[in-house]
């Protein structure tokens, strides 16, 4: 990527690329990115070992409006998990172990800081 400053979009479509890569090369099986449903959208559903992990993936360019792991408040969490029931039951995998993982990641106009907050809630 250029060293620059990136629009919103590019850089969450960015930061989402750069989150799937970081997971795979430590071992986690990708099954769904950008998951959709009616009710919102799950960013990565991974799985490693015996778990199902859901990853919310949230980017940042800077900090002025807080981190980016703190963005996922309260609120974001309780949808996250509304979002991931519904995925546990149209894949009829209500029976799994499941974990919510953040990755937060910072793009500092030339590379990515990554965070990754396994069991964040």
Excluded at 53 to 65: A, G, L, M, N, P
Excluded at 70 to 92: C, F, G, H, M
Aim: charge should be positive; glycine fraction near 6%; proline fraction near 0%.
């Amino acid at each position: 990527m250029n060293s620059r400053r990136l629009g919103k979009k590019a850089l969450g479509d960015a930061g989402e690329r750069s989150a799937a890569a970081f997971l795979a090369a430590r071992g986690y099986r990708l099954l769904e990115q950008n998951w959709r449903c009616r009710s919102g959208e799950l960013d990565i559903i991974a799985e490693k070992g015996a778990r199902l992990i859901f990853v919310e993936v949230r980017t940042r360019q800077s900090d002025r409006k807080g981190t980016a792991a703190e963005s996922v408040d309260v609120r974001k969490q309780w949808k996250l998990r509304q979002l991931a029931q519904i995925y546990l039951q149209q894949s009829r995998r209500q029976e799994e172990q499941v974990q919510f993982d953040v990755l937060a990641l910072m793009w500092n106009g030339s590379e990515w800081s990554i965070q990754h907050i396994e069991h964040a809630f």
